[in-house]
């Protein structure tokens, strides 16, 4: 299977930078996902590594080999599109066959591969239908299928499930994941959805603006984010973001809400730090910082001894099996997942698991490593 | 007072349509039902609308008799249907390779496609007479370039065979650019993603063209093959101006010969026949056209 290595690649369109000095690597029969916001750079690099966009710096290479003036024919690289683009004129059978035919790979030939599609895709009772009337899974069943009757070299999915309700994404995602597992097949899924990502992604290559911000594993992603914006990208409900400023008054440490100026109309609440949270504060020995903590890791009155904050309850609920309550600081709501539901009103302290406190620079977003 | 009696009666949308299509039902009536009635009556008399002192005889389907058994007439469908194969493929060959070349954003192309309808906006008869001094044997562009290019002057509009490849080329020069634009709308139209979709399946251009552009442009290029067709089929101007059915009769198309028996001869009967013969292949092949169309719509939901 193929290794492909992404070195200084950039691609500009007139004024704007889609991709900036990019580099990466992907290692054989790796999932990796590029995931981003809209407008991040994630589906031009795709569509660099397909072939259908010529980067203006950099390299590209298929197995050490360059391929970045190669036309897409020439990579051998499949792609599963966004928007459905089965070729409406052919039969599901004909598609799949497609792209054997654009090669003139043998008919016999043609016709094992098209029974093994049959096969592996469950498609036996469409394979003689127009793809028109099938139903979206299906539909992008029948574009993996075209795209990986031909052993390519590489799987490209741009965004394959977001056109799919939420019951057949589920579905879609798992059957992707096993089949990228089964064929062994090096692939690049580009996505939006940082849920897609963290479930399906060997790696996740987080994007902003055309630059590379972090490239781990889903779970050190989750862990460890970077900067701010991986923090808060990835992660479901997001991560609070809460500004601490130091004071001279009686508390030591102030709390207010990101958006608000400084010093805000009494808004302010006292952060009581733990003596583990007071001592990385110090060693970092600034003034103002930003302070991140998942709602998952925001209880109340815990036990453990972490740091807190004396809030009102604003909004409390269950979702599921979870519970969550909402409270304001300086008029930014923030949330916390307790592990007993309070009640609305009531006046509790917010408490941080202390481990899972991360501390980013107020200006820049980047995390203090302490 | 007046608003408020208006509301209290209000006109119910079946009679709100009903009044809607009066207007157009008229107009269709006058226009078309009755002219329609009239000569298929009028074909089942011997008459001539110039003589309207002898009365008409009514001579069943004689006229059709005579008309079908004529040769004269065998040999003017002949003569159209060899003109109608030669000028629609040779516009779709030419107009099919050209839009290829047109799909493309590139500059000028909105000044480009403007200039190209300049020939669909000039009359057929202004086109005929234009064309007919291009083809003047002794005088006209054509044959400077004949001669330049070193060979004989070519008798243009005296040989049938020339001059049937005369009014081919001024209805291809006329033409033509409909089914461009046409062809280019049709291929513009195919999703940017299914072309991509084909190039990284490893297609060659020539082999997108082949098998996608073309066969899901069908649809379109099917309709404006058979406006062609049928335009083509009725063709009457053209000839009238540039060859006025010479040398002989033998440029004649239906249509020429339809309106010479009709307001030559005044064969009034004859020439009723000759229409409804006309209009029952137009109608056969309108068939086709809605089919298509419906088969469109069909594939666009």
């Not at chain 1, 009581?272 to 910082?289: E, V």
């Not at chain 1, 979702?319 to 600081?329: A, E, P, Y």
């Not at chain 2, 007072?1 to 208006?6: E, I, L, V, Y």
């Amino acid at each position: 299977m193929t290794v492909l290595s992404i070195q200084d690649l950039s691609v500009q369109f007139d004024d704007v930078v889609a991709v900036n000095q990019l580099s990466l690597r992907v290692a054989s029969g790796e999932l990796v996902v590029f995931l981003g916001p809209s407008g991040c750079g994630k589906t031009t690099l795709l569509r660099c590594v397909a072939g259908l966009q010529q980067p203006t710096g950099g390299h590209i290479l298929f197995d050490e080999r360059e391929v970045t003036g190669l036309s897409p024919a020439d990579r051998n690289v499949a792609m599963v599109f966004q928007f459905v683009s089965l070729y409406p004129h052919l039969s599901v059978a004909e598609n799949i066959a497609f792209p054997l035919h654009a090669r003139g790979v043998p008919k016999a030939e043609i016709k094992t591969s098209l029974e093994w599609a049959a096969q592996f895709f469950k498609l036996g009772d469409l394979m003689r239908r127009r793809p028109n009337r099938l139903p979206p899974g299906d539909k992008q069943k029948v574009a993996l299928a075209r795209a990986v009757v031909r052993k390519p070299s590489l799987l490209l999915l741009d965004e394959p499930l977001s056109a799919l309700d939420e019951q057949f994404r589920e579905d879609m995602r798992w059957e992707l994941g096993k089949l990228q597992a089964e064929l062994g097949i090096t692939t690049v899924y580009v996505t939006h959805d940082q849920r897609e990502a963290m479930s399906l992604a060997d790696r996740i290559v987080l994007m902003r603006d055309g630059k590379l911000i972090q490239n781990a594993g889903p779970a050190e992603m989750y862990a460890n984010p970077v900067d701010r914006f991986a923090a808060y990208f990835i992660g479901s409900p997001p991560m609070n973001f809460l500004s601490v400023h130091r004071s001279s008054g009686r508390a030591p440490w102030l709390v207010d809400a990101e958006a608000a100026e400084w010093p805000g109309p009494n808004s302010a609440v006292p952060l009581q730090a733990s003596p583990g949270l007071a001592a990385r504060l110090d060693k970092i020995g600034r003034d103002r910082f930003t302070l991140g903590v998942r709602p998952q890791h925001l209880g109340i009155d815990g036990a453990n001894g972490g740091s807190r904050i004396a809030v009102h309850v604003v909004n409390a609920f269950t979702v599921g099996h979870d519970h969550q309550f909402d409270f304001s600081v300086g008029g930014t709501l923030y949330s916390g997942m307790p592990a007993a539901l309070p009640a609305i009103g009531a006046r509790v302290d917010a408490v941080m698991t202390d481990d899972h406190v991360h501390l980013f620079d107020a200006d820049t977003g980047d995390r203090f490593d302490v | 007072m007046a608003a408020s009696r208006m509301l209290r009666k209000p006109i119910s949308d079946r009679t709100l349509c009903t009044l809607f299509l009066v207007p157009s039902l008229v107009i269709l009536a006058v226009m078309v039902a009755y002219p329609f009635l009239s000569l298929l009556i009028n074909s089942t008399y011997r008459f001539s609308a110039l003589r309207s002192n002898v009365e008409p005889v009514f001579v069943w389907l004689d006229n059709y008799d005579f008309l079908l058994s004529d040769p004269d007439l065998w040999d003017r469908f002949t003569f159209t249907g060899t003109f109608v194969v030669l000028t629609v493929s040779v516009q779709f060959i030419l107009a099919i390779s050209v839009a290829y070349y047109l799909q493309r954003d590139f500059r000028g192309r909105d000044l480009l496609f403007t200039v190209l309808m300049i020939p669909m906006m000039l009359s057929p008869i202004v086109i005929g007479f234009l064309w007919r001094y291009i083809f003047n044997s002794e005088w006209g562009l054509m044959n400077f370039f004949v001669t330049r290019l070193g060979f004989d002057a070519i008798d243009w509009l005296g040989v049938t065979d020339n001059a049937l490849i005369a009014v081919v080329i001024a209805d291809t020069w006329m033409w033509t650019p409909f089914v461009i634009l046409l062809a280019v709308a049709a291929f513009r139209g195919i999703p940017v993603s299914i072309q991509e979709a084909a190039t990284i399946d490893g297609a060659s251009p020539f082999f997108r063209f082949t098998r996608l552009t073309l066969p899901m442009s069908a649809p379109i290029l099917g309709i404006a093959f058979l406006l062609r067709l049928i335009d083509s089929f009725k063709q009457y101007d053209l000839f009238f101006a540039l060859t006025g059915g010479a040398p002989g009769s033998t440029t004649e198309t239906v249509s020429f010969y339809l309106a010479k028996v009709a307001f030559s001869y005044f064969y009034t009967g004859e020439a009723s026949a000759l229409a409804v013969i006309q209009l029952v292949i137009i109608i056969g092949l309108s068939l086709i056209f809605v089919r298509l169309l419906t088969r469109i719509g069909r594939q666009r939901q």
